[in-house]
């Protein structure tokens, strides 16, 4: 079995004096059961990675390019990312997949080239409002997870993030029945892709209003293997208790 992960991802959020949350967190979780992420913005990544060398905290990109290098203005390669210290990369998620129009192919091409360069891809999945209330949740996270995943995923090298659009930055939570439903499914379609000793084992994040009062509650749902937590990661005071709730469950 992966450790179990909690994740942070801070978006468009933190110039350099963000770090000394980073300093904050790394200096209350010395020796921490959990893995422990934080995806700053692509600004921070190399100094952050810097900061915590030599400690148990990891740091990861929010994106990265298909492509290895060239005339992509703005891009990021996912070897520049592992360059500059990352370990993982968060792709596909639904912010940019709305405000980039990516499509799961794109998250696909995204994946390998992370999995060439040593990362950890961290791949989101998830229904809009809209489609949860057509009852078409399952049809919509089967068909991300099948074309936005490469072969190839195993436990070492893929995490699943499962984000419903509608809990991101709302305050709104599923119900656990409704996680469990989802995080069920998942798993079995990892099982059933992967194998059974890789798909058992890819951990899977919950996503979306994630906070220090829901975390154990969350946790405490089958096949939840951690978190991927938007606003309660940037403050170490937030993000705190979210780890020590997932590390209560190991
Ligand atoms: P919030 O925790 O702010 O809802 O964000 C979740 C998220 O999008 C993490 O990737």
Redesign the pocket.
């Known amino acids: 079995m992966a450790r179990k992960l909690a994740a942070g991802?801070w978006?468009m959020n933190g110039t350099r004096c963000a770090l000394d949350e980073l300093s904050a967190l790394a200096k209350a979780h010395p020796d921490p059961s959990v893995d422990i992420l934080i995806c700053p913005p692509a600004t921070l990544i190399r100094t952050a990675a810097s900061l915590v060398d030599g400690g148990p905290l990891l740091i990861g990109g929010q994106d990265c390019h298909s492509q290895v290098s060239g005339a992509h203005t703005g891009d990021i390669s996912a070897d520049m990312l592992a360059d500059a210290g990352a370990t993982h990369v968060?792709l596909g998620?639904?912010?940019r997949r709305e405000d980039h129009g990516e499509s799961s192919d794109d998250v696909n091409a995204k994946a390998r080239a992370a999995h060439a360069s040593g990362l950890v891809a961290i791949v989101?999945v998830g229904e809009s409002l809209a489609q949860r209330e057509a009852s078409n949740t399952l049809d919509i996270i089967g068909g991300q997870l099948a074309s936005s995943l490469p072969d190839g995923c195993t436990a070492a090298n893929t995490v699943i993030?499962y984000?419903p659009i509608w809990?991101?930055?709302?305050g709104k939570v599923p119900s656990t029945a409704q996680i469990d439903e989802v995080h069920d499914f998942i798993r079995a379609r990892m099982i059933r892709r992967f194998g059974q000793a890789e798909g058992a084992a890819i951990p899977l994040l919950y996503?979306?209003?994630?906070k220090p009062d829901n975390a154990a509650e969350i946790f405490a749902t089958d096949n939840v293997d951690g978190a991927?937590?938007?606003?309660?990661s940037l403050k170490a005071a937030d993000f705190s208790p979210i780890i020590k709730a997932l590390e209560g469950t190991v």
């Not at 809990?167 to 709302?170: D, R």
């Not at 991927?228 to 309660?232: C, I, K, N």
């Open positions: 991802n978006k968060i998620h639904s912010e989101c993030a984000e809990a991101i930055g709302t996503g979306g209003s994630v991927l937590v938007g606003g309660a």
